[in-house]
């Protein structure tokens, strides 16, 4: 057990819905950070927060969006969904802003669109 | 631009046999360079971290190496056993204090077989 929570471990919805994801980071860290992996591709980086703000800014569509509560747990909305969203979700959190000590990574959220 | 390219892309080897992942990356400034394993459908694991200054680090049966100069890594698996069937990811932190910026590989994926 990593300490980063993320919940559900899986979820499979229809095209055009909308889905919430969760993570809890490791307690003590500030920053979130989220990734989106498709079939056998890289790690991609969405977005980060750190200590409720918005931090850092990747490929992240804008039909997605993100924020990060006062408890520091982090939401992931994913709206309007399509087929090619289909893919797995990290969450990673660190102490710090920038992870110069890295982060710690969950084991992620399968999504999967039909 | 700063990119990270690991090869090969996959590998096959059989249990008991030793083998090595490549990295190279064209990061610069540079700060530190992490490997990182995944197995499928799980979330990253950091298996060692190097800064610019060192030239090999251990984790048991991995050791990786880093030449500065010629901006390569490499990740040396020992005496593999099954359950190092994973993808293996190089990750790159340019030299940016206080920002969150990490140059990920598309990592190499290894099978090992009995």
Not at chain 1, 8 to 28: D, M
Request: net charge neutral.
């Amino acid at each position: 057990d990593s300490g980063v929570t993320q919940t559900p471990k899986h979820l499979i919805t229809a095209t055009g819905q909308r889905v919430t994801l969760r993570c809890s980071p490791r307690s003590g860290d500030l920053s979130v950070y989220w990734y989106q992996q498709s079939l056998d591709q890289g790690l991609q980086f969405l977005i980060q927060y750190y200590n409720g703000e918005e931090r850092a800014k990747g490929n992240i569509l804008e039909r997605f969006s993100a924020q990060q509560f006062p408890d520091l747990h982090s939401e992931l909305n994913l709206s309007s969904l399509e087929l090619g969203d289909s893919a797995l979700y990290f969450c990673a959190s660190s102490v710090d802003k920038g992870a110069e000590y890295g982060y710690t990574f969950g084991s992620g959220t399968r999504l999967t669109v039909v | 631009k700063n990119q990270v390219e690991q090869s090969p892309q996959s590998l096959i080897i059989l249990e008991g046999k030793n083998c090595t992942l490549q990295c190279n990356y064209t990061v610069s400034p540079f700060s530190n360079l992490r490997w990182y394993k995944q197995d499928t459908g799980r979330g990253p694991v950091s298996l060692t971290i190097m800064t610019f200054s060192e030239n090999t680090k251990s984790n048991g049966r991995y050791t990786a190496t880093l030449d500065a100069d010629t901006k390569q890594s490499s990740l040396h698996i020992t005496a593999s056993q099954l359950s190092d069937s994973a993808s293996y990811i190089c990750v790159v932190r340019p030299n940016t204090s206080g920002t969150y910026k990490y140059i990920f590989g598309t990592g190499t994926r290894l099978k090992v077989l009995a």
